[in-house]
Structure formats: C-alpha cells, structure tokens
C-alpha cells in the first residue's frame, strides 16, 4: 500500500477510516440501507428536466445514490445541473470530474468522536488536514469537521476545545482556500448527545475563530427537528453559514408534500441573504433515487 500524503495516512485508510466513519457510521442515519434496499434504476428512469434558474447552487450526498452505480448516478445530476457530490471519497473522485461535478464536501474524521475532547485532536486534526491538502488540489471548495459527542462534557468546555482544535487548522485552510465546515446535527432523535446541536453554538464557535475559512454547515432537517424556527435562525446567521443540507421532516425522506418543511421559501430565503455556497440534498429516498433527487432540485430550483 503506498503513503498517498504527508500525514503517513493511505488514500484507502482515509476513504475507509473518513469516508466510512463520516458517512456511513453516522451523518446520515439510516439514508444509505434505505437507498442500498433498492434495485438500481435505469438510468432513464426519471423524468426529463433540467435546471432552469439555476439561482441555488444545488449538490446531492453520496448515499442518496445507494447501490446506483456512481457513473450512472454522477451523469444524470450533470445532465439535470446539479453542481456536485457532497461527503465522497478521493478516490471516486476521478468520475466526478469525467461528468464536470464537484466533490462539494470532503469527509474527514468520525461522528461522535470529535474535537470537542483534547484527548481526540491528534487523530481529527490529521485527518482533518489531509482532507483539506487533498480537497485544494482537487480544486473543491468544503471539508467537514464534527463536534463529537459530550460524553458529560460541559458546552462551554467542549467550545474551548474546539476553538483550540480548529485555531491548528484553520490557518492551512486559509492558505488552501478550502472553507472547513462544523456541521449542525440534531440530538433529539438521530445523534444522541452531540454538541454541535444548535445554531447558536455552532455560530459562536465561528464568531470566537474570526476566520472566513470556517463556518457551519446548516442542515435544515437536523434544525427543524432540534430548534424551528429556520427562515429567521438562518438569516440572523447566515455570516456564519457555508454550507446547507435538506431532507423532509418527520423522516428524513424526500421534500415533498408529505412533509412540514416548505422548501421554495427556505430556499428563497436563503437566495435573499446574497448566499453564494452551495445547497446538497442528503435525503432516504423511497422510491428511485434519480426521481426523489429530481424532484429535490426542482423544488429548490427557485
């Protein structure tokens, strides 16, 4: 196995020990065996569009695909205008780039083991920065960082020890020109005992760090479900926001009608802040992925 970067990680240690900790072990919840319980579609099995005002930069997650082969899945989102994949490895990147896409976000350490706990800043730190060395010479825009789980650990703590995590890092990203990205998830129903769980946390971490390199990333789903009240959180916040995900409420399905969330508003609210990030769409499909991203980028579309 050769060493593929200079933090002594492999590419295939950083996609198994990244990509499959980010992703699969946690982020989406319960998204990939939805997606993965389907047979794989043809890939003219949705409906023909495209994007038409193309006003919202639009991404959508590796795990909605499921068991859709990638080349299937990357040529339908250039063919409908949707900009890239959020939360994919380095090594399918090379069929992103054959369909001109984007990896949007790059994953990087675990879920519930982050760097709100000094005693794990050396393993999140190096990974972190080997997916932002890797992500700049790629040429895309985003890596993830997760607070962790509490484990009992007080706010205002676990906020001190992620400004000092983040203050080791955050100076490559500025030199890259790579945005690192804390993500919001709700611990109501699908994380248990996460920190980064509300808005106002995650925007003063930001507003303690100073630096145009490191934002949220706003998932929609996750802060209905934990707070409400998304229209007025987001534009009281967007300085401090870089990134948004979407799924339906109550589920995390598609964003359709069968749901609470009113997506054109959110999205032209969104529109209305000068925005210029982008908006991927991390939702459990129930029916044929290429139909429930279809119409996802419809509905934002706005």
């Known amino acids: 196995?050769?060493?593929?970067?200079?933090?002594?990680?492999?590419?295939?240690g950083f996609i198994a020990g990244t990509a499959a900790a980010a992703f699969a072990g946690g982020l989406s919840t319960g998204l990939a065996g939805r997606a993965d319980a389907q047979a794989e579609p043809g890939a003219g099995a949705a409906k023909e569009w495209t994007v038409k005002n193309g006003r919202i930069k639009q991404a959508a997650s590796r795990g909605m695909a499921g068991k859709l082969n990638l080349e299937t899945w990357a040529a339908y989102l250039a063919k409908i205008g949707v900009k890239g994949v959020d939360l994919i490895g380095p090594a399918e990147w090379p069929i992103l780039k054959r369909h001109g896409l984007l990896c949007t976000m790059t994953p990087s350490h675990g879920l519930t083991k982050g760097i709100n706990?000094?005693?794990?800043?050396?393993?999140?730190?190096?990974?972190?920065?080997?997916?932002?060395?890797?992500?700049?010479?790629?040429?895309?825009?985003?890596?993830i960082c997760l607070s962790g789980n509490r484990?009992?650990?007080?706010?205002?703590?676990?906020?001190?020890?992620c400004e000092t995590a983040i203050k080791q890092v955050v100076g490559l990203a500025e030199q890259k020109g790579v945005t690192l990205c804390m993500e919001l998830l709700n611990s109501k129903r699908n994380h248990k005992d996460y920190m980064c769980d509300r808005t106002a946390w995650g925007a003063a971490l930001v507003r303690r760090i100073g630096s145009p390199r490191f934002k949220l990333l706003y998932d929609i789903y996750?802060?209905?479900?934990?707070?409400?009240?998304?229209i007025a959180t987001?534009?009281?916040?967007i300085d401090c926001i870089a990134h948004f995900h979407t799924a339906g409420v109550p589920g995390r399905h598609e964003i359709d009608d069968t749901q609470e969330l009113y997506y054109p508003a959110i999205m032209?609210?969104?529109?209305a802040t000068g925005f210029q990030g982008y908006v991927a769409h991390e939702l459990g499909p129930t029916r044929d992925p290429l139909e429930s991203l279809r119409q996802a980028v419809e509905i934002c579309d706005v």
Not at 1 to 12: F, I, P, S, V
Not at 117 to 143: D, M, Q, W, Y
Not at 151 to 161: A, I, Q
Not at 222 to 230: N, P
């Open 1 to 12: 196995m050769n060493q593929e970067t200079t933090t002594g990680l492999t590419r295939r």
């Open 117 to 143: 706990h000094v005693e794990n800043h050396a393993e999140c730190l190096a990974k972190i920065r080997e997916s932002i060395e890797l992500t700049a010479a790629a040429g895309f825009p985003n890596v």
């Open 151 to 161: 484990e009992g650990m007080d706010d205002d703590e676990g906020m001190r020890n």
């Open 222 to 230: 996750h802060m209905q479900v934990q707070e409400g009240d998304v």
């Open 234 to 237: 987001i534009r009281e916040n």
């Open 268 to 271: 032209r609210a969104i529109l």
